[in-house]
């Protein structure tokens, strides 16, 4: 690849890093780990400035040099000799914009444990990743392996494939324990995100780590402002501009850099939107917002209040009654709530892509009570009926309507609104940023690590939008023009998900 002046520095000291570990990435050579823990290193830039095609280059190159990249879902306990590498981000949503980009990554909770597979299941996983000869289990038939090793080519997830096969996570997996090995290189996206205890675990977790970062994000909730990479040495951290080349003709980007000039104040600001507006279709101002976008892609706000109030818009627009939810619905999966004793389970979920973060299409009650089907956005897949417990919200209500309430399973929020710190690490084709809610951050005067907070909010909603923006202006929500409904997705079966407890 040809890379800018900046992104070729960056690359040299990481191959001087990875040269230092064992890994010389200029001749594709390997050698056995020895060189003790190495400085971190961060890599920071803001949107557009070429951060993950620099991660996905050294990524591909670590992998055609014999590096071998370590799956959340399974690891071999064969080759203990083999180096290996994670590309790890701090939330599900940040790791599944990275696999949609072709990298593999996975989250940093699902590589600091690891799962505990049963003798029989484990023998499928080694034929699956082309470590053993192709099995027979008792009660598994040879057209079940080969539906089991057709997904895995596809899609490289043992519990996948084993999930294809007809088994649930609980007949294969034992158990969770802490990783006790450490592994060898680690790539860090969206490292904004972490917070100073997550940071100390991967530093003991890895003999070589490099951080991938944007600054001028929003800083971890609870936290001093300030983020990890920070308080590294200024030697260590490696800054990339913006790569004009790539990036110089998207006016959201231009809008999200201009979020960096001191001199731009709320209304400043606002007027460079709406000069993008009249030159480029890619950039909208709406003084409604659009009922209809909001069943695939949320409405962006910074204050829960605001979210809660857009969620009760779009319900009562769409006629949705207030204690059942309709076809076509958006949700998001706000977490697994199952006894420690079940915790295996979870893989049942995470097998399918339910996952916290993850966003969801309601399609319908579910064959017995407590269950929903639910078309599970992003997942290959992607149809599911699982144990719900579905929350929704409204204005003025303490607590929530209960639509869907399992004893335990996978616990959903309505997803047509939501928080851009909830947001990051998301992006969709086309977002509405509300706008009155940034003026209100503006004109609270509240700041972030010494920048105004409305910037860091506006720089995250603005680069949450892929191919177009839509900067609605008003207290104001356009009628949808079309029922809500679910045509629009693929249609596959459901196979259900077993949440319950054991006998």
């Known amino acids: 690849m040809e890379y800018s002046v900046d992104q070729a520095r960056a690359r040299d000291r990481i191959e001087a890093l990875l040269a230092a570990a064992g890994v010389d990435l200029a001749e594709g050579a390997l050698r056995p780990a020895g060189g003790g823990r190495q400085p971190t290193l961060a890599v920071v830039g803001k949107a557009g400035s070429g951060k993950t095609m620099l991660l996905a280059d050294i990524v591909r190159r670590l992998i055609a040099a014999g590096v071998e990249p370590v799956s959340a879902d399974y690891e071999s306990r064969k080759a203990r000799t083999r180096r290996t590498l994670a590309v790890l981000a701090p939330t599900n949503k940040a790791a599944s914009v990275l696999r949609g980009r072709g990298v593999p990554a996975t989250t940093i909770h699902r590589i600091l444990y690891t799962p505990l597979y049963h003798p029989d299941y484990e023998a499928i996983a080694e034929w699956l990743t082309g470590k053993g000869d192709r099995p027979k289990v008792e009660g598994l038939s040879e057209a079940a392996l080969d539906r089991a090793m057709a997904f895995y080519r596809l899609h490289p997830s043992v519990p996948g494939a084993l999930a294809t096969a007809g088994l649930r996570g609980s007949d294969f997996i034992q158990g969770w324990k802490r990783r006790e090995e450490p592994l060898d290189i680690g790539l860090i996206d969206e490292a904004s995100m972490l917070d100073a205890r997550l940071y100390g675990d991967l530093r003991d977790l890895f003999g070589a780590l490099v951080l991938f970062g944007d ?21 260590a951290r490696l800054t990339l501009s913006r790569v004009h080349r790539q990036a110089a003709d998207s006016p959201i980007l231009d809008l999200a850099h201009a979020l960096g000039d001191p001199a731009v104040d709320f209304y400043a600001f606002e007027e460079l939107v709406r000069q993008a507006a009249r030159r480029d279709p890619r950039v909208v101002v709406a003084e409604r917002v659009d009922a209809g976008a909001m069943a695939r892609a949320p409405v962006l706000v910074w204050r829960n209040t605001t979210r809660v109030r857009l969620i009760n818009a779009f319900r009562v627009a769409h006629a949705a009654p ?10 998001v999966c706000d977490g697994i709530e199952l006894p420690l004793k079940h915790r295996k389970r979870r893989m049942d979920l995470e097998a399918r892509g339910l996952i916290k973060g993850a966003q969801t299409i309601y399609l319908g009650p579910g064959a017995r009570p407590g269950f929903a089907r639910l078309y599970v956005v992003g997942s290959e897949d992607p149809r599911v009926g699982v144990a ?29 609104a939501v928080t851009i710190h909830k ?64 045509e629009d997705l693929a249609r596959e079966p459901a196979r259900p998900l077993t949440l319950e407890a054991d006998g």
């Open 388 to 416: 719900s417990i579905i929350q929704i919200e409204a204005p003025g209500q303490e607590e929530p309507t209960i639509v869907t309430a399992a004893s335990m399973g996978a616990v959903f929020l309505h997803g047509a």
């Open 322 to 331: 207030p204690d059942a939810l309709l076809p076509g619905e958006p949700l």
């Open 423 to 486: 947001a990051q690490g998301s992006q969709w084709p086309e977002v509405q940023v509300f706008a009155p809610d940034l003026y209100a951050a503006a004109q609270s005067g509240r700041s972030e690590a010494g920048v105004p907070l409305w910037k860091r909010l506006a720089y995250v909603a603005v680069t949450r939008a892929e191919e177009r923006l839509f900067w609605v202006t008003r207290y104001a929500l356009a009628r949808p023009k079309a029922p809500l409904g679910v």
């Open 215 to 235: 600054p001028a994000q929003l800083a971890p909730v609870g936290g001093t402002g300030g983020m990890v990479f920070d308080d590294l040495p200024e030697e």
